[in-house]
């Protein structure tokens, strides 16, 4: 994907454009989440923390039957196992990607 961000400031968009987009390349601008703040900005003023903690305190805990959750337990050990046997090549892949 080749999303960057921005912000609006004075009624227009600034944004720092990667250097290897041509100039005058075309892009496309769309506003965010409905406006809301995306999982990168936190709420600031007292009536957005309030909502937000009122959201929060709104969810229901998961519950899990043992059956459950010894199938996400072994989903989870089977994940770490597949991380620790492919970090090296995905170490490689990364460091490629700043070469």
Request: hydrophobic share 35%; aromatic share 8%; charged share 40%.
């Amino acid at each position: 994907m080749n999303a960057i961000l921005g912000t609006v400031k004075n009624g227009r968009v600034e944004i720092d454009a990667p250097p290897d987009w041509p100039e005058g390349s075309p892009v496309r601008v769309e506003l965010g989440f409905n406006g809301k703040a995306t999982d990168d900005e936190r709420p600031e003023t007292p009536e957005e923390i309030e909502e937000w903690l009122k959201w929060f305190h709104s969810l229901e805990p998961i519950v899990m039957t043992p059956e459950e959750e010894a199938a996400w337990e072994a989903d989870r050990k089977m994940q770490k196992e597949f991380d620790i046997a492919n970090a090296a090549e995905r170490d490689r892949r990364i460091e490629r990607i700043f070469e």
